[in-house]
């Protein structure tokens, strides 16, 4: 037998059917399907938000909080004195690369 696109398929026993719960007690996972009585886990739809840690701070949450802590996405700001603000003509526009050059004090620097 040549080893063909077409001729291929899966080892004996690696595919498995998905067992339908809730089909009844003689389907094997019925009534309950496996989750228990009662409970949070137990309810339709997805028992907590990911990311919850059972009402400890979650992780996403205390790291900015930690020394050290690099911003992933850090803000720039350029300063811009009222001085340089009277010296533009009235009736002007100005962007942001205006400002850049015109930058009277440099941004702080990022690590």
């Known amino acids: 037998m040549t080893l063909r696109l077409d001729s291929l398929k899966p080892n004996k026993g690696a595919r498995r059917r998905k067992l339908r719960k809730g089909r009844g007690i ?44 690099t911003l992933v996405n850090p803000k720039h700001f350029t300063v811009v004195n009222v001085s340089a603000l009277n010296e533009l003509k009235a009736g002007s526009t100005s962007t942001s690369t205006h400002w850049s050059r015109m930058a009277l004090s440099p941004a702080p620097s990022t690590r």
């Open 26 to 69: 003689a389907a094997g996972q019925g009534a309950s399907c496996g989750f228990g009585m009662r409970g949070q886990k137990s309810r339709s739809g997805r028992p907590t938000r990911p990311g919850f840690e059972g009402g400890q701070m979650p992780l996403y949450r205390r790291v900015p909080k930690l020394k050290h802590f």
